[in-house]
């Protein structure tokens, strides 16, 4: 056994994939906030296979972040020259790399470093993964000026501590030294995600200095992108996995799954890697791709994650083995979410649901129900609501998509059918549980979440379906609920 590092890659060479690269081959292009196992199961996927094949070398990644996850993975990965055990499976078998895509890490502690980086005009790209929840949108999904942390950067613009302040003083440096802006990219699984990163930066650039906001809302590209890779938290199984079948010590190894997408909006002011090289579809708009992604694919978790971990199933392979939990799917799906979804080039939306149900199936990657599950609050107004409000407009059935928010409903109180305490799962939980609690006798204030449901809420036709489905799923359980929807 041998711990992960670039000196110790001999010892591996002949077990796993290592780089056909040197370290010091590789120059930065890019600075990437929030190096989590999203980030490494998906980019840094897609540039080492670009490095490896002898492309690219100007554009490695750097890494930094703002939080305390960043600082953890900054200490972790610094000790292991920066470089990532990926383990890619699907129920036909296992790969293994080590990826060196990522050649630096600025601590997350020191904003002045990170700025001077970003700074530099051999910085021409600028990405993130900072989850849903990290681009300060308020209850009707805006740029939240008054958050206290963008108050902060507003009032200390020259000390800034959001990912934002930084982006914001580092594009106002280079504006006023002639250096052409950087891209800003976001990865994160957001609907129009390139959209909502121009309203955060433009947003917070007008609160700081007019002129640089200006400035860069004229010359800054901001691209939507549509990304896709199953990828679990990373726990001893995944540690003791490469140790004791590849003699790898890895103290943050990334498991994900084979199946890897990314449609990324041509549009980039300094240029781009030759990312269609290895994969990555270029295009004029994303829009269609992303609807199809986030409707079927994330708007399927959100089905069938709630009533999975309602009647206690852990793994989500497990969960599709259940023959309930699968028809209830596969009807919601069929009947209400893929109708809405357009074909995109010989890509029909019931043939794309049979690559993500086949993708929920893999058994090797254990990913979570309650994974699933996490920040139902930033996800369901993403993922479930808009296909509500789409079929709703059109006077369709939103009959089994009302079940699945009264699942939800239900997990927030707690308790599992049988009883089991539900941990807090969910950055607003004791907000949840206490509507969850209101709603068992009154279901619609649980519709009245305006930051959730909007308008949307406000509909009798969704009022009637989902407190039908509520006092049927605490009458008679979850079990007896989804046989009597999928019945008809």
């Not at 002011?269 to 994969?279: I, S």
């Not at 079929?391 to 079940?403: T, V």
């Not at 649980?446 to 009458?475: E, R």
């Amino acid at each position: 056994m041998h711990r992960l590092s670039y000196e110790n890659l001999p010892y591996f060479r002949g077990k796993v994939a290592i780089p056909q690269y040197a370290q010091n081959d590789i120059k930065a292009g890019i600075v990437h906030f929030g190096v989590g196992n999203f980030h490494r199961s998906h980019m840094q996927r897609y540039f080492n296979q670009l490095f490896n094949q002898g492309k690219a070398h100007d554009w490695g990644i750097v890494g930094t972040g703002v939080t305390d996850c960043d600082r953890v993975m900054y200490e972790t990965l610094r000790q292991q020259d920066y470089l990532t055990t990926l383990v890619s499976q699907s129920n036909d078998g296992t790969d293994v790399s080590i990826l060196g895509a990522m050649i630096d890490f600025i601590p997350p502690d020191d904003s002045n470093a990170i700025v001077d980086k970003m700074t530099r005009s051999d910085i021409c790209i600028v990405s993130l993964t900072v989850t849903e929840g990290g681009y300060f949108l308020d209850g009707d999904k805006n740029f939240d000026s008054n958050h206290p942390a963008i108050q902060y950067d507003i009032h200390c613009a020259d000390s800034p501590k959001t990912v934002f302040g930084i982006i914001v003083k580092a594009l106002q440096n280079r504006r006023d030294n002639g250096i052409p802006p950087f891209t800003i990219m976001s990865c994160d699984n957001l609907p129009h995600n390139g959209n909502i990163t121009r309203n955060a930066v433009v947003g917070l650039a007008h609160l700081v200095d007019k002129n640089t906001a200006n400035w860069i809302d004229k010359n800054v590209a901001f691209p939507n992108a549509m990304v896709d890779c199953i990828t679990p938290a990373t726990s001893e199984r995944e540690r003791d996995f490469v140790r004791d079948n590849y003699g790898i010590v890895d103290s943050q190894p990334v498991f994900c799954e084979q199946f890897c997408q990314w449609v990324l909006e041509d549009n980039f002011t300094m240029g781009c890697p030759p990312l269609e090289a290895v994969g990555v579809k270029m295009v004029n708009d994303v829009s269609d791709y992303e609807k199809m992604k986030i409707r079927i694919l994330n708007g399927g978790h959100a089905v069938m994650a709630y009533p999975s971990a309602l009647l206690d199933i852990g793994f989500v392979h497990d969960a599709m083995d259940n023959a309930l939990i699968r028809h209830f799917l596969y009807k919601v799906e069929m009947e209400e979410i893929c109708p809405l979804v357009a074909t995109i080039d010989d890509m029909t939306p019931q043939k794309y649901y049979t690559i993500v149900e086949d993708r929920l199936r893999n058994q090797k990657i254990g990913d979570t129900t309650q994974r699933l599950c996490f920040d139902g609050s930033n996800r369901q107004p993403k993922f479930i609501v808009p296909s509500v409000a789409e079929r709703l407009k059109h006077n369709q059935s939103i009959n089994g998509l009302a079940l699945a928010s009264a699942l939800w409903c239900r997990y927030c109180y707690g308790r599992t059918q049988n009883g089991g305490i539900i941990e807090a799962n969910d950055p607003n939980w004791d907000d949840l549980q206490q509507r969850s609690k209101w709603a068992k006798h009154n279901p619609v204030a649980w519709l009245q979440m305006q930051n959730i449901y909007g308008d949307v809420g406000t509909s009798p036709v969704l009022q009637g379906a989902f407190s039908k489905w509520l006092h049927a799923i605490w009458q008679q359980g979850v079990t007896q609920t989804l046989q009597e929807y999928i019945r008809g």
